[in-house]
Structures are given as C-alpha cells and as structure tokens.
C-alpha cells in the first residue's frame, strides 16, 4: 500500500500530539548503512529535524542518498580493482625484487670470483715480470758472452788466417829450392843482397824508405838464373790467395826493378779462385797453388822479364 500526502499529514498530526515519537521515527528511517555516511547522517538528521517543515524535502534528500550511495558502490568497485591492480603489482615489484637480489647476489659472486682471479693475475703478472726482468739479465749476458765469443772468433780468424798464412810462407821458404827449381837455376836466398842495395838505393833517393819497408816485408826473396840471367822473384804466400795479394806481390817486384833486378812477382796459395788465376795473368804475375801453376804461363812470364831487362 503506498504512501499518500494524507498518510503523512494524518503522521504529522499524530506526531504533534505525541512529541516522543519523532525519536522512534528517526531510528526507524534512519538505516545502518547511511549511519555509515557521515554526510548522508548529517543531511538525514538535518531532514528529520526538518521533517514537520519540509516533507518533500526529505523525499529530494532519500533520491540524492541513493545516487550517492549508487555512486560510492561504484567508487568501491573502482577502488577494489584499483587495489587488485596495486597488489599484482606489489607482486610483480616483489619478483623484480627478488630476481634483483638473486642478481646481486651472483654478481657479488662473480665479483668475487674476479678478485681471486685478479689477485691471480697480479701474482702471476710479478712473477712473470721477476722472469723477464731475469731473462732480460740472462739476455745481456749472452749479448756480452756472445760478443765476447765473436771478437774471440774473429781473433781465432786472424790468428788461424795467420796461421794458415805463415804455413805457406813457410812451405814456399823452406821448399824454394824445389818450387822454384822448376823456372830458375841456382836459386838461393838473397835477402841480405837485397836489402843492402835497398838501403843505398834509399840513400841515392831512387827509392823511398816505404819502397824498403814493402820489399823486405815480402813472404820471400828467392834469386835464380833462367836462360842464364839471374832474375828474383818476389813471392807473396797467402793460405787464400786474394787480389791484394796480387797487388802487393806486382808492386815490390816494381820497386825491386829499380833497384836493378829483374824482378818478377809470384803469389802462392792453398785456395785460389779463378778470378786470381785470370788477374795473375792480367798482371804478369806467376799464380801458383801449393807449388803447382801453369808452367808455359810462368816461362813467358820470365822470358818477357829477362829480355826487358837485357841491355
């Protein structure tokens, strides 16, 4: 059965008779769930406070509690999904979290693990540096031993080259008579003779003391006589038979010429290539190779000596 505007003035009389009831009437319109409204609460006792004046007005107020109400059931909704979305995310920043400190976690480790393999490497870094620093000591002393195992190998050279020199010097000076024998007769060993006629040579200013000095320094002096003239040969005697050999052996028997014999040079020699062979020719000088040489060479070597000097 509705609620008529007779219904409420017969209420609105029955309540100025008996005051008392406004009270019973308020607790009865006034729900459990708008005393939750403090607005809602406020606004309804204002109404009820009001109820004898303004009926209608109260009408307006329950119509505006219940979009309120509609509208705070919506704001719930929102907040609870807000809440939910606000959880998931805790729950997600919660994992990130957690993935995040496991991260760290092996990073740590792994930091770790590079300091040990740091400290590692220091520890290796100094010890292969203790061994360079030793190799480099032990390299400069092989450099010096080894430089000087050179210069001792090059004295070795000198002195076996000298050796080896003085060997054929020797052979051609104690075999003259021999070697020699096969181009000049009567050889013999005119050192004294030779030096006596470069000093007065020296002294008439026909040759120079330098000229004295390379004559008396050759290998050996041997004077013979070919087609019966006496000729000297000048003898350079190398183990390796080289072009200044060559050229020395021509130069002393030049200044041997000048001092008034027929002087021919000859070089003798273990080793001798075929360039000495062909420049001894160029030369006219005798090549021989431990007392053997090319014999029809050597005589017109002679016999081209001899008739030069022949007056």
């Given at each position: 059965?509705?609620f008529?505007?007779?219904?409420?003035?017969?209420?609105?009389?029955?309540?100025?008779?008996?005051?008392?009831w406004?009270e019973?009437l308020?607790?009865?319109?006034?729900t459990?769930?708008?005393?939750?409204?403090?607005?809602?609460v406020?606004?309804?006792i204002?109404a009820?406070?009001?109820?004898?004046?303004?009926i209608q007005?109260?009408?307006d107020?329950?119509?505006?509690a219940n979009a309120?109400?509609?509208e705070?059931?919506?704001?719930?909704?929102?907040?609870?999904?807000?809440l939910?979305e606000?959880?998931?995310?805790?729950?997600q920043?919660?994992?990130?979290?957690?993935?995040f400190?496991?991260w760290q976690?092996r990073?740590?480790?792994r930091?770790?693990?590079?300091?040990e393999?740091?400290?590692q490497t220091?520890e290796e870094?100094?010890?292969?540096?203790?061994?360079?620093?030793?190799m480099?000591r032990?390299?400069?002393e092989?450099?010096k031993?080894?430089?000087?195992?050179?210069?001792w190998?090059?004295?070795?050279d000198?002195d076996f080259a000298?050796l080896?020199g003085?060997?054929r010097?020797?052979y051609?000076?104690?075999?003259?008579?021999?070697?020699?024998g096969?181009f000049?007769?009567?050889g013999?060993?005119?050192?004294?003779e030779?030096m006596r006629k470069?000093h007065?040579?020296?002294k008439?200013?026909?040759?120079?003391?330098?000229d004295?000095k390379a004559v008396?320094d050759a290998d050996?002096?041997w004077?013979?006589?070919?087609e019966?003239?006496?000729?000297?040969l000048?003898?350079?005697?190398?183990?390796t038979?080289t072009?200044?050999?060559?050229?020395r052996?021509v130069?002393r028997?030049?200044?041997?010429r000048?001092?008034g014999?027929?002087?021919?040079p000859?070089?003798?020699?273990?080793e001798?290539?075929?360039?000495?062979?062909e420049q001894?020719?160029l030369?006219?000088?005798?090549v021989?190779?431990d007392?053997e040489?090319?014999?029809d060479?050597?005589?017109?070597i002679?016999?081209?000596?001899?008739q030069?000097?022949s007056?």
């Amino acid at each position: 059965m509705a609620f008529t505007v007779q219904d409420l003035d017969d209420l609105l009389l029955l309540l100025e008779k008996h005051p008392e009831w406004k009270e019973r009437l308020r607790q009865a319109l006034l729900t459990e769930e708008l005393l939750r409204l403090p607005q809602a609460v406020r606004d309804l006792i204002v109404a009820v406070e009001k109820l004898t004046a303004e009926i209608q007005r109260l009408h307006d107020w329950h119509e505006r509690a219940n979009a309120q109400m509609a509208e705070m059931l919506q704001f719930q909704r929102q907040v609870n999904e807000r809440l939910a979305e606000i959880a998931e995310w805790q729950r997600q920043v919660n994992e990130q979290l957690n993935q995040f400190l496991q991260w760290q976690q092996r990073v740590n480790e792994r930091l770790a693990e590079i300091a040990e393999w740091q400290r590692q490497t220091n520890e290796e870094m100094r010890q292969i540096l203790e061994r360079l620093s030793e190799m480099i000591r032990w390299q400069q002393e092989m450099v010096k031993w080894q430089e000087r195992t050179v210069e001792w190998q090059q004295r070795a050279d000198r002195d076996f080259a000298k050796l080896k020199g003085s060997d054929r010097e020797w052979y051609y000076r104690l075999r003259a008579a021999a070697v020699f024998g096969i181009f000049v007769l009567n050889g013999r060993d005119p050192t004294n003779e030779v030096m006596r006629k470069l000093h007065e040579a020296v002294k008439a200013g026909v040759i120079t003391r330098s000229d004295l000095k390379a004559v008396r320094d050759a290998d050996c002096l041997w004077l013979g006589e070919y087609e019966g003239k006496p000729v000297l040969l000048v003898v350079e005697a190398s183990y390796t038979v080289t072009h200044e050999d060559l050229v020395r052996a021509v130069h002393r028997a030049e200044i041997a010429r000048k001092i008034g014999y027929c002087a021919v040079p000859v070089v003798g020699g273990a080793e001798i290539s075929d360039e000495i062979w062909e420049q001894g020719r160029l030369l006219n000088a005798i090549v021989m190779k431990d007392g053997e040489t090319d014999f029809d060479f050597a005589e017109q070597i002679l016999a081209q000596a001899v008739q030069q000097t022949s007056p």
